[in-house]
């Protein structure tokens, strides 16, 4: 089997990520690079964005949803370049990036201001829940973004979902946010759930901008508003435990 990998050049640079996704995991060698620039290199990781990002596989909905929203431009290649490979192997102005292995702000609700590198007044307040079928509260989770710009609610709900759980959103579950899903986030959503078409997303706030469009989202039934929050009825068992 080929390892997937993603990888880019910047200043002389390359900058690469290999993963071996399992299915429905909100990871992928795409996601980890770009994840993973941002945890390392969070003052230029908006200018190393900027530069191609290639992958040897058929990017997933969350690893183009990612590059609309955190990186610019992609292409597929069937592998990396000799030269580029070379450097990887001999780590010449190579750099791989492992999105796991560096360390992160907590994601949980509560904790945004734990780590001494998380920027809370940066933090956009934006919240989501992952309620079940009977509307019993599974995980939720805050947005972090103020300095890995990765880190939106529902990524980070979507991640501790997995870290605990190792499984797909369960079907009949039902994924409240207080923004309406970027792109990222609306391909991360769509691949990590159970079933298309026994899920519901809702949003309380429209986003206005227009990139919004190019969520998968937008294109399934899945999505709705949900206008008034204080009409959601949630309940908390006491197995409910924040991460
Ligand atoms: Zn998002």
Redesign the pocket.
Known sequence: MTLAMAWLEWNGTVYWSQYSRSAFEPRSAVTSLIEGIWQLLPGSAHFILRSRIFMNYEPTEMCR?MIV?CGKRMARLPAPPDDILRRMRLKIDAIEVDALTVSRTSRSRGHSSSSAFSLPELDRS?ECWLLSREGRLLVCAI?T?GRNRTQ????NLLQLWWMREKRPLPAGSRLITT?E??????G?IWECIERTDDFRVQYVSPDPGTVVNKSVLKRSALLEQCKNLDQVVFFQDSNFKEF
């Open positions: 949803g929203v934006i947005n973004s939106h609610a529902e990524m923004l899903p970027c792109p990222m986030c609306a991360a």
